[in-house]
T-cell receptor, first 106, second 114 residues
């Protein structure tokens, strides 16, 4: 049983498209994190949120606590956005989704 | 500060050998975490420290695994009698505060057990 489920697992988009990645979780949480992992393994934290919505550049993250659901949106996608996007929640410890592999084609 | 660093970046070892990895967190961070990630999967929690105290260990951390953070700064993760199933990326992260806040990840150590 996975505490964190992400969809889709793989996503291919054309440059400029609007992208949405979804995350559902089954545990009560203190916060939800969106992480970006590039080939080679390095992970960068994009957002940490416990309610509402956050925006950073072309990235927007939303969370609905009642529905236990979060979305990560990328507007005007670019090939450099190609990476694995991982949703993680913390409730005493971290639970990670298996990631969404995004490939943005020029 | 240059962020979280890990050493080595890659390790190839033969089954049955012991290996030790090091993680240097961001200097003012009091929390340090170890994760394991296998190909195509998200990271899995192994253990974490608050200063020098190891507060939680995952059941994934068998008796062959041990982690230390003796002075509340750098940490080591040792795997004894390595098995092929130990092959993975071992990630370290650190954070500041008294709950699991925003974490800063190191580049990882990729272990291959032959």
């Amino acid at each position: 049983k996975n505490e964190v489920e992400q969809s889709p697992q793989n996503l291919t988009a054309q440059e400029g498209e609007f992208i949405t990645i979804n995350c559902s979780y089954s545990v009560g949480i203190s916060a939800l994190h969106w992480l970006q992992q590039h080939p080679g393994g390095g992970i960068v934290s994009l957002f940490m949120l416990s309610s509402g919505k956050k925006k950073h550049g072309r990235l927007i993250a939303t969370i609905n606590i009642q529905e236990k659901h979060s979305s990560l949106h990328i507007t005007a996608s670019h090939p450099r956005d190609s990476a694995v996007y991982i949703c993680a929640v913390n409730f005493n410890k971290f639970y990670f989704g298996s990631g969404t592999k995004l490939n943005v084609k020029p | 500060d240059t962020g979280v660093s890990q050493d080595p970046r890659h390790k190839i070892t033969k089954r049955g050998q012991n290996v030790t990895f090091r993680c240097d967190p961001i200097s003012e961070h009091n929390r340090l975490y170890w994760y394991r990630q296998t190909l195509g999967q998200g990271p899995e929690f192994l253990t974490y420290f608050q200063n020098e105290a190891q507060l939680e260990k995952s059941r994934l951390l068998s008796d062959r695994f041990s982690a230390e953070r003796p002075k509340g700064s750098f940490s080591t993760l040792e795997i004894q009698r390595t098995e092929q199933g130990d092959s993975a990326m071992y990630l370290c992260a650190s954070s500041l505060g008294w709950d699991m806040g925003e974490q800063y990840f190191g580049p990882g150590t990729r272990l291959t057990v032959t």
